[in-house]
């Protein structure tokens, strides 16, 4: 069972921060955020992970509260090309695998 | 330069029959995982293999059986298909066991059981 919730659905306008929220308020002392992402028809792609300090790279932001109960995903400046469903998930370093929940359903607008 | 390959991307046979998928990964990583997205779009985890052992089986039925001749490859072999094995069937794969999460996943195989 997934250990995250995720809101099913948001909206954003392109060009705007898409900020997607994610609890975690069972997460462990060792376990790691992920974010992935699924673009209609594709295979998921993994975005960004953090354990506690927030984290930064060419696709996203991951913002963890000091709690590390929750996060968010930030997409800066989102497209159309963002349009997909994103996962939250938690696991530690060693994860053997990974349990995806239902997501969030993030559909940019023109 | 595709990391990981599935082939076919599609495949359509009849119930009863006996279909196999391939995967290849070109990125060197030493464990490969097969993972089962229904039509509710659940995406869930079947097998693991790290250099070529068997880490994971989550439960799937006898007919699933992985095959990984070496560690850029593991196959998914399906005896006596049914319809409720119909779902798109994604192959991933990462660098080790003690790389955390980070998985790379291929395009998928969509498998239809008519």
């Known amino acids: 069972d997934a250990k995250t919730t995720q809101p099913p659905s948001m909206d954003c306008a392109e060009g705007r921060a898409a900020n997607l929220p994610c609890n975690h308020s069972?997460?462990?002392?060792?376990?790691?955020v992920y974010w992935y992402r699924q673009i209609h028809s594709q295979g998921p792609q993994y975005i960004i992970h953090?354990?506690?300090n927030n984290e930064t790279n060419e696709m996203a932001s991951l913002i963890i509260t000091e709690d590390r109960k929750s996060s968010t995903l930030i997409l800066p400046h989102a497209t159309l090309r963002d349009t997909a469903v994103y996962y939250c998930?938690?696991?530690?370093?060693?994860?053997?695998?990974?349990?995806f929940g239902q997501g969030t359903r993030l559909t940019i607008n023109p | 330069d595709t990391a990981v390959s599935q082939t076919p991307k599609y495949l359509v046979t009849q119930m009863g029959n006996d279909k196999s998928i391939k995967c290849e990964q070109n990125?060197?990583?030493?464990?490969m995982y097969w993972y089962k997205q229904d039509s509710k779009k659940f995406l869930k985890i079947m097998f693991s293999?790290?250099?070529?052992?068997?880490?994971i089986n989550e439960t799937v039925p006898n007919r699933f059986s992985p095959k990984s001749p070496d560690k850029a490859h593991l196959n998914l072999h399906i005896n006596s298909l049914e319809l409720g094995d119909s779902a798109v069937y994604f192959c991933?794969?990462?660098?080790?066991?003690?790389?955390?999460?980070?998985?790379?996943f291929g395009p998928g195989t969509r498998l239809t059981v008519l």
């Open positions: 293999y790290n250099n070529k052992e068997l880490i």
């Open positions: 991933a794969s990462r660098r080790g066991l003690a790389e955390g999460g980070t998985q790379y």
């Open positions: 069972t997460i462990s002392g060792n376990e790691y």
């Open positions: 953090g354990l506690k």
């Open positions: 990125l060197g990583h030493d464990t």
């Open positions: 998930i938690v696991g530690d370093q060693g994860a053997q695998k990974l349990v």
